[in-house]
Nanobody, 126 residues
Framework: EVHLVESGGGLVQAGGSLRLSCSAS????????IGWFRQAPGKEREGVSC????????NYADSVKGRFTVSTDNSNNLSYLQMNNLKPEDTAVYYC???????????????????WGPGTHVTVSS
């Protein structure tokens, strides 16, 4: 089991940037796949990005390509989601998730991830 905690959310104006962090403990971090998801009020949870740590491969939802960048710091068991040029439609609760077997594909199926953080709120004002 992996214990995850997100941080870095907040209120930002459209066009601004935020960097979310996901701290992980309880497993071999560099063997995990880390996924980032978000859920806006009244909407289903959707995948944003993921990184397959053993190879460093990444995937992004079309809605965030070119604006968001996922990365990991394996020395400190951290994953980051750098979010640039934020838009009001990016407003949501952002979650990081981890799994030992997911391959980080463009399906972004939440059921592929076993462990989840509590989420961090991101609000983008227009």
């Amino acid at each position: 089991e992996v214990h995850l905690v997100e941080s870095g959310g907040g209120l930002v104006q459209a066009g601004g940037s935020l960097r979310l962090s996901c701290s992980a403990s309880g497993s071999t971090f560099d063997l995990l796949t880390i996924g980032w998801f978000r859920q806006a009020p009244g909407k289903e949870r959707e995948g944003v990005s993921c990184i397959y740590n053993p190879e460093g491969t990444t995937n992004y939802a079309d809605s965030v390509k070119g604006r968001f960048t996922v990365s990991t710091d394996n020395s400190n068991n951290l994953s980051y989601l750098q979010m640039n040029n934020l838009k009001p439609e990016d407003t949501a609760v952002y979650y990081c998730a981890a799994d030992s077997f997911s391959l980080c594909d463009s399906e972004f199926d939440p059921d592929d991830y076993e462990d989840w953080g509590p989420g961090t709120h991101v609000t983008v004002s227009s």
